[in-house]
């Protein structure tokens, strides 16, 4: 008996086991994987939404171009109904026309540096000598009354460095996993309370320095990345709101270079930075938009209800938006081209989304879930809330798949369970009774819906392309994407050909 006959069978026999209540079409499953692997698409797609579509902020050009391409390529792979379809008002896009900083004394340095979101430009050349600023001095306004007129301000003291004694790149160990499978409890979810009253008292200091600025005639104000070794971490710095008061010209730059431009400052040795913003709000169309697509059901009682996967589309600035979220957006669009390339005939028709306005507070998956589904607000509930059977997200970089929260629903464990044990051996093996958040399926759990999120390896998320200029294509493994994508095909198409819906928490209740 050959060794890869001999595997299947030891396989087949322990997914019998184990599931003995849930279909495991290892068949099917064969085919997906073959041509998951060996006809992939993936990172071609993703060279389309970073290479030639990034970035793709919330409003922009660049993400209506993407959007477009994906709904064209959605309809050349064979989706039916592919299409964008308004969420609601969202506000300005913003984009970055043209952009140089430089240190031109007491040496030349070229700045590591990129604009923030929702901020103006500085109407030409701006030369001048910076002045630090200590925000959290509470004399600062009567400081530096009278002072600002035409200044450059450096806003913070200096950024200790990290130690880095831990590898920026990690996988999840045997150990990790573990502890994720053995969780006895969802564990406290994590305090929104805390992080909202922290935001706010940051707000408010930085609208009161803001509206400062402005008053004293300030030109540019330059902030400290939060990253080492030149990596920016760069958001937004004004809003995208058309009622939001006026922000000012606002630059992130390496840490590296912000400390070495305080020191000389705290020496008393004059420096002159030379900065030159060109950015422009897009005012056409306050409108903003998901992509959404089907393979229509084929079976007569079920072809109404609906299986979704997703992932936000939309992206911060600096970077292409590769791994948050490119590679979910490239993942997902990869799991439905696998399953109409093996002809696939879903029971329950599957519908794709890519999100937009994720970075902004999950604005487009809500506005979909609110439009389809239901009120979280009101928890009044629309026809299509009985006809959803789950929502599938990709959102927490390229890291391959090593399991599944299941956000406190642990009556669908069993489901989960048997979904991941043909994909042992790619190391998808962890089902978690734990929460996760911050991402579009909290769109769904709101309004009671089953909606879930995938473990996956960290890589260098967190530690190097979250948001930052360095969020490009380069940081995604392709193997890891394929993986993705098979194991996201695999449990789509099973969820659509299962007899029942997958099983429900019950509704929330409205706070």
Wanted: charged share 25%; proline share 4%; hydrophobic share 35%.
């Amino acid at each position: 008996m050959k060794f890869r006959t001999l595997v299947y069978l030891l396989m087949l026999c322990f997914c019998m086991g184990l599931t003995a209540q849930e279909s495991v079409d290892l068949q099917t499953i064969t085919r997906i994987k073959q041509e998951g692997f060996k006809n992939s698409e993936v990172m071609e797609t993703l060279s389309y939404l970073t290479d030639v579509y990034g970035p793709r902020l919330t409003g922009s050009s660049n993400l209506r171009n993407a959007q477009n391409w994906a709904v064209e390529k959605l309809t050349e792979w064979g989706l039916a109904n592919a299409k964008t379809e308004s969420w609601g008002v969202f506000g300005y896009g913003w984009e970055v026309e043209r952009f140089s900083a430089e240190m031109t004394a007491p040496q030349y340095m070229n700045l590591i540096a990129y604009p923030q979101a929702w901020t103006p430009g500085t109407n030409g050349v701006i030369t001048g000598n910076p002045v630090l600023i200590d925000p959290d001095d509470e004399s600062v306004e009567e400081d530096y009354k009278g002072k600002l007129a035409g200044a450059i301000v450096l806003l913070g003291t200096p950024q200790e460095m990290d130690d880095h004694s831990e590898a920026d790149e990690e996988r999840y160990s045997d150990e990790k996993l573990a502890e994720l499978a053995m969780a006895e409890t969802p564990g406290a979810r994590p305090s929104n309370l805390e992080r909202i009253q922290r935001w706010r008292k940051l707000r408010a200091k930085t609208e009161k320095l803001n509206k400062m600025f402005l008053d004293e005639g300030a030109k540019v104000v330059v902030r400290s990345s939060q990253l080492d070794h030149g990596t920016l971490r760069v958001m937004s710095g004004g809003s995208y709101k058309t009622a939001a008061s006026r922000s000012m010209p606002s630059i992130i730059i390496a840490k590296e270079q912000y400390n070495r431009i305080a020191r000389l400052l705290e020496k008393e040795i004059p420096v002159e930075l030379s900065i030159n913003i060109q950015t422009r709000f897009l005012e056409e169309d306050s409108l903003e938009y998901n992509v959404v697509a089907e393979i229509p059901g084929t079976d007569r009682k079920l072809k109404d209800e609906i299986v979704m996967l997703g992932g936000h589309i939309d992206s911060w600035h600096s970077g292409t938006g590769a791994t948050d979220n490119g590679a979910g957006s490239a993942a997902m669009m990869e799991a439905v081209r696998i399953l109409k390339a093996i002809d696939a005939k879903p029971r329950r028709t599957i519908r794709i989304a890519l999100w937009t306005g994720e970075e902004q507070g999950l604005l487009g998956s809500r506005g979909y879930v609110k439009k389809h589904f239901g009120n979280k607000e009101t928890m009044e509930l629309l026809p299509d809330h009985e006809k959803l059977s789950a929502y599938y997200n990709i959102d927490n970089g390229g890291g391959k798949i090593r399991g599944v929260y299941l956000q406190e629903n642990d009556a669908a464990r069993p489901f989960f369970e048997a979904m991941l044990a043909p994909f042992h051996d790619l190391g998808a093996t962890t089902v978690t009774i734990q929460n996760t958040s911050g991402t579009d399926h909290l769109a769904f759990n709101e309004v009671g819906l089953p909606g879930f999120q995938f473990i996956q390896d960290p890589m260098s998320y967190r530690s190097r392309t979250w948001h930052t200029n360095m969020d490009v294509w380069d940081h995604v493994s392709e193997s890891d994407m394929m993986q993705i994508s098979v194991i996201v095909a695999s449990i789509v198409l099973h969820t659509a050909n299962r007899d029942e819906k997958i099983p429900r928490k019950p509704l929330p209740t409205i706070k």
